[in-house]
Nanobody
């Protein structure tokens, strides 16, 4: 059974930083792409950033390019999202997810990811 657990959210002032972590169990972690997604009430879940199983390929939404960095430590079965220069519009519930098709690198969209964590709230005050 695949388990996905996020941590690291919180309340931060605009311009501040947070690092989200996501630890996965129940699968061979280094064979699967991982993604971070976010959602606010009344809006669809959007892809923030995704990373290939090797870490050699990444995707960023235009709204976070240059501010967020995704990385992974396959030995620790953990993926990270370093978020710098946070803005109030980054406020959302952030979810980590696994693309459960091994060695598959597709669009960084929620429809392509199959195992989800419970989410961690990020709130950025102005």
């Amino acid at each position: 059974q695949v388990q996905v657990v996020e941590s690291g959210g919180g309340l931060v002032q605009a311009g501040g930083s947070l690092r989200l972590s996501c630890t996965v169990s129940g699968l061979t972690f280094d064979r699967y792409a991982m993604g971070w997604f976010r959602q606010t009430p009344g809006k669809e879940r959007e892809g923030v950033s995704c990373i290939m199983w090797t870490g050699g390929g990444t995707y960023y939404a235009d709204s976070v390019k240059g501010r967020f960095t995704i990385s992974r430590d396959n030995a620790k079965k953990t993926v990270y999202l370093q978020m710098n220069d946070l803005k109030p519009e980054d406020t959302a519930m952030y979810y980590c997810a696994v693309d459960l098709f091994p060695l598959h690198w597709g669009v960084c969209g929620s429809q392509g990811y199959n195992a989800w964590g419970q989410g961690t709230q990020v709130t950025v005050s102005s």
